[in-house]
Each structure stands twice: as C-alpha cells, then as structure tokens.
Nanobody, 124 residues
Framework: QVQLVESGGGSVQAGGSLRLSCAAS????????MAWFRQAPRKEREFVAA????????DYADSVKGRFTISRDNAKNTVFLRMNSVKPEDTAVYYCAAKYYSGTNPGPGDYDYWGQGTQVTVSS
C-alpha cells in the first residue's frame, strides 16, 4: 500500500508559476511510477504528466507540454509538478497517483493509488 498526500495548490494569476508536491509513504521501496491528473468542474479527470521510477522518462499531455515539468526525489519519496505560464484553463483539482511499474514508459493508465487532491485556481 502507498499513501499519497499532495500540497502546494493555491491561487495564481495567469502567466505565473506554481509547484505542487506529492509525498508518498508506506510501501515506497518498490518500483513505482508516479503521475499527476486533474479534474476541472463539470469535466472528467484527465492525465497531466507521468514519470517512471528512476526519473529518466516522462510523459505529458499535449495541453501542458512545454509549460509543466514533472520530477521526483526518491530519497524523499516525493514527486513534483512545476507549473509555469499557467492559464485559466489549468484551474482544477490536481491529483497525485502511483502504480507499481518497473518499465520505462508509465503512461496515463492503470494507477492504483491516489491522493486526496489539491486545488489550483488560475485567474485571468
């Protein structure tokens, strides 16, 4: 079992930056991939970014490519999402997710563990 707790959400103006963090606890010695998803009001949850166990491979949704960066610090069991040049359409609840995965390209599917979410609001 893995427990995930997000932090770092808040309100920011369009064009600004924000960094989300997700702290993992529990069975964190196993190889697992991490990802960020988001859900805006009245919309389905969507994939944002993923990173493999070693941090050598990342994947991004087209809507955030070039603006967001996912990274991880395995020594601290923490994954980050750096959000630059944010837009009002980035407003959503952001969720951290994890899955046991030893491969190279984790992708957006089959995540087993989820955090409670953190709100990000971007004003124009």
């Amino acid at each position: 079992q893995v427990q995930l707790v997000e932090s770092g959400g808040g309100s920011v103006q369009a064009g600004g930056s924000l960094r989300l963090s997700c702290a993992a606890s529990g069975r964190t010695r196993s190889m697992y991939a991490m990802a960020w998803f988001r859900q805006a009001p009245r919309k389905e949850r969507e994939f944002v970014a993923a990173i493999n166990w070693s941090g050598t491979n990342t994947d991004y949704a087209d809507s955030v490519k070039g603006r967001f960066t996912i990274s991880r610090d395995n020594a601290k069991n923490t994954v980050f999402l750096r959000m630059n040049s944010v837009k009002p359409e980035d407003t959503a609840v952001y969720y951290c997710a994890a899955k046991y995965y030893s491969g190279t390209n984790p992708g957006p599917g089959d995540y087993d563990y989820w955090g409670q979410g953190t709100q990000v609001t971007v004003s124009s």
